[in-house]
């Protein structure tokens, strides 16, 4: 099974990207998880996509394009995988497409999480996450028991770096200008599933379980 998530940031994708990989047994494959990790080793490619990231715009086409393209070939992919926050641009679906292509390979169901811009940038700016097991908090939606520390495993919560007001807003008019076309681009292809992003995450899940079922 081959997915793809769009959506704007915040919507709730990567969330629910990393429930649907675990229920279906396939990889997550976060372009953002794995640029953040780039940044922190201080690789080349981390070098060259720090400032992008901390400005809120996007990292170049061919970065992200070379990374999925070495991922998916990742033993791990063989049964199938999750795009997480890839594509976002046409030029990104376009190459995707070709790679598959050249692959016999094709997207299976392409889920878009469609959310309201203001409701995003208070949910993203209230948001951490556990730098140990990665579970995800809210401070007016999922607050801790005790303030900084994970409920799960005991871990310290941390901020990403672009989850600022004045990045987020950048973040969501490179959404706009950039990554929303692909909404029409996926549906001219036939396999775009549109689900609210709004709704409970609960709901959201059990909506995609759906469509996936
Ligand atoms: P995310 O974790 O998906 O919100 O991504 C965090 C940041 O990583 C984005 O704001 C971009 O700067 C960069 N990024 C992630 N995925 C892509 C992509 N497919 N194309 C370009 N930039 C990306």
């Known amino acids: 099974m081959k997915l793809l998530f ?24 976060s372009t953002g998880d794995m640029l953040r990790a780039a940044v922190k080793e201080g690789s080349d490619i981390g070098l060259k996509a720090k400032a992008v990231m901390e400005s809120g715009g996007l990292v170049s086409d061919e970065i992200v394009i070379g990374i999925i393209a070495d ?5 791990d992919c063989a049964g199938g995988f999750l795009l997480d ?24 169901h392409v889920i878009d999480l469609a959310a309201d811009s203001e409701a995003l940038v208070r949910r993203i700016t209230g948001r951490s996450s556990c730098a140990g097991c990665g579970e995800g908090y809210h401070n007016e939606f999922k ?11 005991g871990g310290q919560l941390t901020q990403r770096a672009d989850d600022n007001e004045e990045t987020v807003r950048n973040r969501l008019d ?22 609210d992003g709004m709704l409970p995450m609960d709901e959201v899940f059990d909506a995609i379980c759906a469509i996936l079922d």
């Open 85 to 108: 926050g890839f594509p976002r641009t046409v030029a990104q679906a376009e190459a995707l497409d070709r790679m598959l292509a050249e692959r016999r390979h094709a997207i299976d």
């Open 174 to 195: 490179a959404y706009q200008r950039q990554t929303a076309p692909l909404i029409d681009y996926y549906r001219r292809q036939g396999n775009l599933k549109d689900v």
């Open 143 to 153: 607050k801790p028991t005790h303030v900084g520390v994970c409920d799960k495993c």
């Open 6 to 29: 769009m959506g704007p940031p915040g919507a709730g994708k990567g969330t629910q990207a990393r429930r649907i990989a675990e229920k279906y047994g396939i990889p997550q494959l």
């Open 71 to 75: 991922r998916t070939l990742a033993a």
